[in-house]
């Protein structure tokens, strides 16, 4: 029996979730892969697609400098009237590169056979564009039968909002960005917040918290603060005691996170709100254990006390008494947190169980 083709659409913004999963689906399917990159962005993970031009047809399609570009609009029909005409059983793609993406798929593909990830069915407020995002979002369900969300709160928002239709829940295969050969050459305990620095993730009371920390205990500590962020001195000036303190304002580069992550113990994310934290996955593929919020997104994930440590959204006094317990509890109770989220992690994140959600779904849907 020929393998059934599907069509694999995948925005750069999405490489690091699609670039994991897909190579464990080529044997059962015939996939044809395009990756949407803008002209003004690198392609990350180039010697990985390339390995998988052995198992699966590849393309790149440049569209402009920016999404909302005319040249964007014309890369776009023209890929989707090719996409149209190989009448493939099933399209996977992701909502995203607003704001024509999603229309010009619509106009393309059997909604029948089409299945639309959502990472973010709840878009965290303080998030970039949030209204508009919120409106491309409920666009996007109000046109599309089939969907995947990638945590057990996404799903069961996406249930809420769109009246039931149909959806798999699968999980983030775990990121990993490799190893490193660097020697941890600093001993303090070490807590670490990275990637972009946006309002909503609150980076201002992980600041305030540990300011507060440094003052009720002799114990040394420090924090890494790395990621880009457009608008640093206004946290920057919350710091009183820069010697705690590790700064790395700039673009994370993955070559880079497998150093960051072996310097730290602790990942921390005390945001006001959110749908789901890629940097969390990756922490927890390092086998960091997280102090965060208190949210539906990270309560997957953290068992407060056994796997990590939850505090009140965006409250600096309940994130300076988990820094502290955290401290006091090193190293015998990190290593048994650490032991706890091994064990999670190996029971949540097997990537042949996530692959065969994909596939059973996969069918499902192409077998009508």
Known sequence: ?????????????????????LPLLTDKFDISWKIVKRSSTKLEYADKIEELKNKADVEVVTIGAKYSSPESFSALRKMFKAVKKQKFDLVYTAMGDFPYFVPLLHSAVNTDKAIVAIHNVHVPQGGVNYR????????????FKHFHAFSESQYKALKEVSNGKDALYAPFILKSYGTTDKKRTDSRIT???????????????????????????????????AGDCPDWNKYG????????????????????IPAL???SDYF??????????????VAINYDKPI??????????????????????PADVSSLEQAMLTAI??????????????QQMKQDKFCDEAIAQRYSDYFDKIIQG
Request: overall charge neutral.
């Open 237 to 256: 000036a919350l710091i009183k005691h820069p010697e705690i303190f590790d700064i790395r304002i700039g673009r994370v580069e993955n070559d880079d």
């Open 1 to 21: 029996m020929s393998k059934k083709r599907v069509c694999w659409i995948t925005s750069t913004a999405f490489l690091d979730t699609d670039i994991y999963i």
């Open 132 to 143: 508009l995002i919120k409106k491309y979002n409920r666009y996007t369900i109000s046109r």
């Open 291 to 312: 102090i965060a919020s208190d949210l539906e997104a990270f309560r997957e994930y953290i068992k407060d006390g056994k796997t990590g440590y939850l505090i009140k």
């Open 328 to 341: 006091s509890s090193y190293p015998d109770g990190y290593g048994e947190t650490v032991a706890r989220l």
């Open 261 to 263: 992550f072996n310097e």
């Open 268 to 281: 921390v994310a005390p945001y006001q709100d959110i749908a789901q934290s890629g940097s969390a996955i």
């Open 191 to 225: 807590f670490m917040n990275f990637g972009n620095i946006r309002p909503y993730k609150r980076l201002d009371v992980l600041i305030e918290a540990a300011e507060r920390v440094q003052q009720q205990t002799d114990v040394p500590f420090r924090v890494i603060i």
